[in-house]
């Protein structure tokens, strides 16, 4: 079965600080992973996927993450963290054929930017 | 605004009731996918409907139930509920193409069970 973990529950970082968000993953066949943010009261907003191609993968709000395939890999990453990006980020595997397999989620990790 | 409703986005009941759950996706979208937010268990999925045919079962309880009608908005109804099936309960949807670029959920129904 293909599943996720997401190491950290919470990330504390200073604003303008470079930002990681670990997640590593295990499937069978080629990988489809995402990210997906979570402010408070609200829905799960997409960030990013791999797909194929390139490793490092550009999103919104100015995240990117990094495919490893050796080490099983998709970091989520930021070179710069503003306040406004404190929220619940959540790393995700598709599971299933074609493209309306289902999401498996990580526990999800709690990024805290600081001022 | 994703494009996928939810109502109620609030629903306080007592144990032993039944409640619906009601999402509507956004349009052209035929996949409709119910997931389960509690602190403990993080995101769990529960069931996936396309185009009114089941197309998988996650972790739902044989108390929960669910379908899309030819519409293709979908329910998701909860019954003999129990303190523990306090959570926020979200739908998501996609599209045949869209399934590589992930899914647009909705806000979520928090039930609170007392």
């Known amino acids: 079965a293909q599943s996720v973990a997401q190491p950290e529950d919470q990330v504390n970082v200073a604003e303008g600080n470079p930002l990681t968000v670990k997640c590593t993953y295990s499937v069978s066949g080629n990988p489809y992973l995402f990210w997906y943010v979570q402010y408070p009261n609200r829905g799960l907003q997409f960030l990013l996927k791999y797909i194929t191609g390139d490793n490092l993968v550009k999103g919104s709000y100015g995240f990117e993450a990094e495919f490893n395939k050796s080490q099983t890999s998709f970091h989520l990453k930021k070179p710069s963290a503003l306040v406004s990006d404190s929220a619940l980020y959540f790393c995700?595997?598709?599971?299933?054929?074609?493209?309306?397999?289902?999401?498996?989620f990580g526990q999800g990790t709690t990024l805290q930017v600081k001022p | 605004d994703s494009g996928v409703t939810q109502t109620p986005k609030h629903l306080i009941t007592a144990t032993g009731q039944r409640v619906t759950l009601r999402c509507s996706p956004r349009?052209?979208?035929?996949?409709v996918y119910w997931y389960q937010q509690s602190l403990d268990q993080g995101l769990q999925f529960l069931i996936h409907y396309y185009n009114g045919e089941e197309r998988a079962k996650g972790n739902i309880l044989e108390r929960f139930s669910a379908q899309q009608f030819p519409d293709l908005h979908s329910e998701l109804n909860l019954s003999s509920l129990e303190l523990g099936d306090s959570a926020l309960y979200f739908c998501?949807?996609?599209?045949?193409?869209?399934?590589?670029?992930?899914?647009?959920f909705g806000s979520g129904t928090r039930l609170t069970v007392v």
């Open positions: 998501a949807s996609s599209s045949p193409g869209q399934g590589g670029n992930g899914y647009t």
């Open positions: 349009s052209g979208d035929l996949s």
């Open positions: 995700a595997v598709r599971d299933g054929p074609g493209n309306t397999g289902k999401l498996i």
